[in-house]
T-cell receptor
């Protein structure tokens, strides 16, 4: 069975500061890993996806994530936070042979002026 | 591409009434997913289809919920009879070859 754990349901950073959202996964097979963002009253939007081509994955809006097999982690980072980054972020995992994606519980990111 | 289209955006209904939520996936996508999102339980996968065939409906809460996909461009999620605890945002998403889901904007359901 596959699962993801997002550490911290709420993260608050100052504008211009580093954003770090943590995600650990569990999978018995090499996984696909995803980060999604959800703005208020909207559906989820794909930020980036890891498929094994490269361990450092760059996504939209300046976000990136690094796959670390030894730590079973896929943390999301952004060097400098913008007010517009305030949203809910979801880490997710899938089995490469299956269509189903398993989502984490989400981390709400707040940005302080 | 218009993306995944869900209707209605908002639905308010009385307990006991039938509710039908609709979804049009992205053309060419062969997988379709129905999710429910609440504050208490987060995102729950209700059911998903591959090539219009239901693959996994283990997340459907009870017999009051049913989903159909009569063709590649349309799916419905029906709740009959509806109850207040069904109040949530229901999302439809579509995908092709495990690329990564495209979500619709959701239907906010309120059962009073």
């Amino acid at each position: 069975a596959q699962s993801v754990t997002q550490l911290g349901s709420h993260v608050s950073v100052s504008e211009g500061a580093l954003v770090l959202l943590r995600c650990n996964y569990s999978s018995s097979v090499p996984p696909y890993l995803f980060w999604y963002v959800q703005y208020p009253n909207q559906g989820l939007q794909l930020l980036l996806k890891y498929t094994s081509a490269a361990t450092l994955v760059k996504g939209i809006n300046g976000f990136e994530a690094e796959f670390k097999k030894s730590e079973t982690s896929f943390h999301l980072t952004k060097p400098s936070a913008h007010m517009s980054d305030a949203a809910e972020y979801f880490c997710a995992v899938s089995d490469r042979s299956a269509s189903k994606i398993i989502f984490g519980s989400g981390t709400r990111l707040s940005i302080r002026p | 591409d218009a993306g995944v289209i869900q209707s209605p955006r908002h639905e308010v209904t009385e307990m006991g009434q039938e509710v039908t939520l609709r979804c049009k996936p992205i053309s060419g996508h062969n997988s379709l997913f129905w999710y429910r999102q609440t504050m208490m339980r987060g995102l729950e996968l209700l059911i998903y289809f591959n090539n219009n065939v239901p693959i996994d409906d283990s997340g459907m809460p009870e017999d009051r919920f049913s989903a159909k996909m009569p063709n590649a461009s349309f799916s419905t999620l029906k709740i009959q009879p509806s109850e207040p605890r069904d109040s949530a945002v229901y999302f439809c998403a579509s995908d092709v070859n495990n690329y990564g889901y495209t979500f619709g904007s959701g239907t906010r359901l309120t059962v009073v």
